[in-house]
């Protein structure tokens, strides 16, 4: 047995069993993320022992095991029958599952971890939150050396032969850091250990956490303005969306939000939009099939009746708004920052074979 092979297959024992397969859930910054030669799609499925990359792109895997795996851009993993191998780059991982890399492996009940690989074959391993039991491996094969077990809040630099070279503490700047990072910033898909990882760094560093300014909820005179436009036009009003939905849409609009306000480009974040799409259409009656743009402007201007007729002014906004006839409900998210202010409406239609 190969190397590559043993890693994978060595038995998991007494730990969560993983799944031997991903789907994948979210792509961001482009579409370069591929399982083996073919470019992935959303809710695309990879099995075991294939190749799951990226290049200048990111991405997150939902297992079969219930954990995300989250990877950064220029990350290499094959899924194997009780681990992933690691084989370049960066995972984040939330929830049961096991990984690998050429010199350890990394067996957990459920938690979140961070693994680097770094020049030189040397691996980087912070145990966010839970903990991680740490076997070194040589030729894929576990040393009779007894396991390491990383404890949440540490993080472990191992050599390429699987030797613990340090262990450290996780500063509130090293939480900050990561929280702030590529791993976090950006998602829509959810991850199953986030509360948990919340609540550990809340009591460990409170301040690592601030509340963050929630996008408030406009549904008032955008709402309001839109159904006129559609009253006088012969259509029916859009009705709220049931408040389980509309918290989802506002949690899916708060980065994209953010990102327009940050950037000079009044524009939908495809990806994002993408995978919020495929994900409602997998678990609700309803989906969102459209979304119109207040592009950012000094909050002290908001206007819904400008907004609105300006929408009303451009033939796509129009069809989006008034002329497609499955649309039933409307939801209008605005973010507010520094003295500008920008709002989204999504509208919505019943997913196919779903009750109106």
């Given at each position: ?43 695309e499925k990879a099995v075991a022992p294939e190749l799951v990359r990226t290049q200048n792109s990111r ?225 609700a009656n309803l989906r969102p099939t459209s979304e119109v743009i207040a592009c950012p402007m000094p ?23 008034i002329n497609r006839p499955r649309a039933r409900a409307i939801d209008c998210v605005r973010l507010e ?20």
């Open positions: 047995m190969t190397a590559l092979a043993a890693a994978l297959a060595w038995p998991s024992g007494s730990v969560a069993s993983p799944g031997t397969s991903a789907v994948v859930q979210e792509i961001l910054d482009g579409n370069e993320l591929f399982i083996e030669r073919r470019q992935a799609q959303l809710r991405g997150q895997l939902g297992f079969a095991s219930g954990a995300a795996g989250r990877l950064n851009r220029f990350t290499q993993l094959r899924l194997g029958s009780s681990c992933f191998l690691l084989s370049s780059g960066q995972i984040l991982v939330s929830g049961p599952q096991n990984g690998c890399t050429r010199s350890s492996r990394l067996s957990t009940r459920g938690t979140n971890y961070l693994v680097t690989l770094l020049d030189g074959g040397e691996a980087e391993l912070a145990v966010l939150e839970g903990a991680i039991e740490l076997q070194p491996l040589a030729d894929g094969r576990p040393l009779d050396a007894a396991p390491l077990l990383v404890a949440g809040g540490n993080r472990v630099r191992l050599s390429s032969q699987g030797a613990l070279l340090w262990q450290r503490p996780l500063t509130a700047a090293d939480y900050a850091a990561i929280l702030q990072g590529p791993l976090f910033q950006g998602f829509s898909a959810p991850l199953p250990g986030m509360a948990a990882l919340e609540a550990f760094v809340q009591r460990r560093y409170p301040g690592v956490l601030p509340a963050q300014p929630r996008p408030a909820l406009s549904s008032d005179r955008l709402v309001e303005t839109v159904n006129r436009y559609r009253r006088e036009a012969g259509r029916p009003a859009l009705q709220p969306l049931p408040a389980a939905l509309a918290a989802q849409n506002a949690t899916y609009l708060a980065p994209v939000l953010e990102g327009v306000l940050a950037s000079s480009d009044c524009d939908h974040d495809r990806s994002l939009w993408e995978a919020f799409q495929n994900r409602m259409a997998a678990t909050a002290g201007a908001w206007n819904p009746e400008v907004i609105v007729s300006r929408w009303m002014g451009s033939p796509l906004h129009t069809q989006i708004l920052r520094s003295g500008r202010a920008v709002a989204i409406c999504t509208l919505w239609s019943p997913v196919a074979g779903a009750s109106p």
